[in-house]
């Protein structure tokens, strides 16, 4: 199975600074179609998950242009501009190039 | 608007089955592969099962594979996971997932609310 590792586990951030959440894959994640399927969620409190990137750096729909990702093969990174209150939750990666589909484990990402 | 609700969750001992069932509104369901994530409490999220569009092909994790069915009734836009042996660490919130289709191909773009599934005697 791929592992996904995210680092790091956790962020304490001052609102309107940026932060940067990395993961790491076992093995590359760019697959025999040429795309590479690494997707970002954001879990705020009491919700389930939402996406914010797909397939490494495109941004879902009304996801705002704070948040961008970045990265190949078995380095990702997302990364967000300016952090806001509304931001705070848990944030995974996750691919989805080989079966079974792994998520990270998690950075909980809280303001200061 | 597209909608997921789960339902079928309840306390099971361990060693007992139950079903999870997942009414899907707002899109053709028929057109999109669906899923089963779960959280165990207090941890990350864990890929359970995909079925594709026509139920033809299943795909699982090792730890649920022989135990878990994923099924669909398109007919009733619903995403069912039959669970049998459970154990303990079995429990966990159940969420239904859609798989994206072109945008977000392979990941999920909307997910339920979620059902909660504990095991324990």
């Known amino acids: 199975d791929v592992v996904m590792t995210q680092t790091p586990l956790s962020l304490s951030v001052t609102p309107g600074q940026p932060a940067s959440i990395s993961c790491k894959s076992s093995?590359?994640?760019?697959?025999?179609?040429?795309?590479?399927?690494l997707y970002w969620y954001l879990q705020k409190p009491g919700q389930p998950p939402q996406v914010l990137i797909y397939?490494?750096?495109n941004r879902f729909s009304g996801v705002p242009d704070r948040f961008s990702g970045s990265g190949s093969g078995t380095d990702f990174t997302l990364k967000i501009s300016r952090v806001e209150a509304d931001d705070v939750g848990v944030y995974y990666c996750?691919?989805?190039?080989?079966?079974?589909?792994?998520f990270g484990q998690g950075t909980k990402v809280e303001i200061k | 608007e597209v909608q997921l609700v789960e339902s079928g969750g309840g306390l099971v001992q361990p060693g007992g089955s139950l079903r999870l069932s997942c009414t899907a509104s707002?899109?053709?369901?028929?057109?999109?592969?669906m899923s089963w994530v779960r959280q165990a409490p207090g941890k990350g999220l864990e890929w359970l099962a995909n079925?594709?569009?026509?139920?033809?092909?299943?795909q699982y994790v090792d730890s649920v594979r022989g135990r878990f069915t994923i099924s669909r009734d398109n007919a009733n836009n619903a995403l069912l996971l039959q669970m049998n042996s459970l154990r303990v660490e079995d429990t966990a919130l159940y969420y239904c997932?859609?798989?994206?289709?072109?945008?977000?191909?392979?990941?999920?773009?909307?997910w339920g609310q979620g059902t909660l599934v504990t095991v324990s005697s």
């Open positions: 707002g899109f053709t369901f028929s057109r999109y592969w």
């Open positions: 093995q590359s994640l760019l697959s025999s179609e040429g795309k590479t399927y």
């Open positions: 397939e490494v750096s």
């Open positions: 079925v594709n569009q026509d139920g033809s092909l299943e």
């Open positions: 996750m691919q989805s190039t080989y079966v079974p589909w792994t």
């Open positions: 997932a859609r798989v994206g289709t072109g945008v977000v191909e392979r990941g999920f773009d909307y």
